[in-house]
C-alpha cells in the first residue's frame, strides 16, 4: 500500500479541489442503471434492521439453548423435569430402554 506523505497529500488534495469531480458526477442515467444502482444497498445485508433484527432473535436462542443445555446436563431433577415437562418423582422407561 502506498505512503502518503504530507506533500503527496496537499498536491492531491489541490489536483481534486482544481478538478472538481463531485460536480461532473451524475450517477446513473439509464434505468437499467438506476434499477442496478437501486440494489447496492443489499449487496450485504448485515446493514438493514431486519438482518439485525434476525441476528439478535438468534443469538437470543442459541443462548437459550446453551441454558437449557447446560439444565438437562447438570441442574437438578426438578429443574430437568420443568424443562423436559414430566413429573420429578416419576420413573421415566422411554429414557433408559432396556
Known amino acids: 500500500m502506498r505512503r502518503w506523505t504530507p506533500e ?3 498536491r492531491q488534495a489541490e489536483l481534486i479541489r482544481a478538478v472538481k469531480p463531485w460536480e ?8 437499467k442503471g438506476k434499477k442496478r444502482a437501486s440494489k447496492n444497498a443489499l449487496k450485504t445485508a448485515d446493514h438493514c434492521a431486519e438482518m439485525k433484527q434476525i441476528k439478535a432473535l438468534l443469538r437470543a436462542q442459541e443462548a437459550y439453548a446453551r441454558a437449557v443445555d447446560d439444565i438437562l446436563k447438570n441442574g437438578s431433577a426438578v429443574c430437568q423435569s420443568v ?9 421415566r422407561t422411554d429414557i433408559n430402554p432396556e
Do not use: F, N
Request: glycine residues 16%; negative net charge; charged residues 35%.
Open 8 to 10: 503527496d497529500r496537499q
Open 24 to 31: 461532473k458526477s451524475t450517477g446513473p442515467r439509464s434505468i
Open 83 to 91: 424443562v423436559l415437562g414430566w413429573d420429578a418423582g416419576e420413573e
